[in-house]
């Protein structure tokens, strides 16, 4: 079981992680004219930084630093911050400063600061904030996932051919190729499919149901740690491929009459497969 002391329980994480992101949250939203006028490139030329993202991840480890000292943090934009401060029994705090930074650089109001506390290497709180909306979605480990006061249980879709589905790309173009060898399959057998561009909001989407399921190659720990929770804490199965944890080769979200036969198909089409 993991351990979690008396002053650090999932909802006390939580109440950290939630008034620290939406400190961030409104930082990303005042900075965003002057941060699209510095935007960088990281992996691929398609891979966009801004300056935004880089204060945003400043301010949570300056916030988490001030409060919880011995705790560490793995952020997309640094890294691994006193990663030895700890050893057994710490706290370490999952953040993606602005997911969906594409969508933040054009102003499609779909991105989000993302923020998850990790205990012994589980999970156990998490949230996912959209500056642009001021949607909220919220999760501890057994304590179930909420948006606006509402517990969210994700679709009762029951047949994957009326099934509306969420997925996203990567930015190498030979990895997109593979991708969309796959998209071009899998369309014909679901409702339809959806790329918004921030796979937390994806997956706290898909806990609320506005998605019936979801599924992407290639993302990262900050991806997918806080909405992983969320999405999982509103009864969806939250797993890789053939039994593996969800990761970088795959994640599929969904309800469980919906995950057998998303999992048979991404796997039959090969959807880890590829750059």
């Not at 705090?93 to 102003?107: A, E």
């Not at 989407?205 to 991806?223: I, P, Q, S, T, V």
Request: hydrophobic share 45%; charged share 25%.
């Amino acid at each position: 079981m993991t351990a979690i002391s008396a002053t650090s329980t999932p909802a006390e994480l939580l109440a950290v992680a939630v008034r620290i992101a939406r400190e961030a949250a409104a930082t990303a939203r005042r900075m965003r004219a002057e941060a699209i006028q510095d935007v960088q490139t990281k992996s691929t030329d398609t891979d966009v930084v801004t300056a935004a993202d880089k204060a945003v991840e400043r301010q949570v480890v300056e916030a988490l630093r001030a409060e919880r000292p011995g705790d560490t943090v793995l952020g997309e934009e640094y890294g691994d911050t006193d990663a030895t401060a700890i050893a057994g029994g710490g706290t370490r705090w999952i953040l993606d400063p602005i997911d969906g930074t594409v969508n933040y650089l054009y102003d499609i109001p779909a991105y989000a600061v993302s923020l998850a506390a990790e205990v012994d290497g589980v999970v156990v709180a998490g949230v996912v904030h959209n500056p642009a909306t001021g949607d909220e979605w919220t999760a501890t480990l057994g304590g179930g996932a909420w948006r606006a006061g509402r517990r969210l249980t994700g679709s009762t879709r029951e047949t994957l051919d009326q099934a509306l589905v969420g997925t996203g790309f990567g930015y190498d173009s030979a990895r997109r190729r593979h991708q969309g060898a796959v998209f071009a399959e899998l369309i014909t057998r679901i409702r339809d499919i959806r790329r918004i561009g921030a796979a937390s909001v994806d997956l706290c989407l898909a806990a609320e149901g506005r998605l019936d399921a979801y599924f992407e190659k290639g993302l990262n720990h900050w991806d997918h740690a806080a909405g992983g929770l969320i999405a999982a804490e509103a009864g969806l199965r939250v797993s890789g491929l053939d039994g593996a944890a969800p990761g970088p080769d795959m994640l599929v979200a969904a309800p469980p009459a919906l995950f057998g036969p998303l999992h048979d198909a991404l796997v039959e089409l090969d959807a880890s497969g590829g750059p």
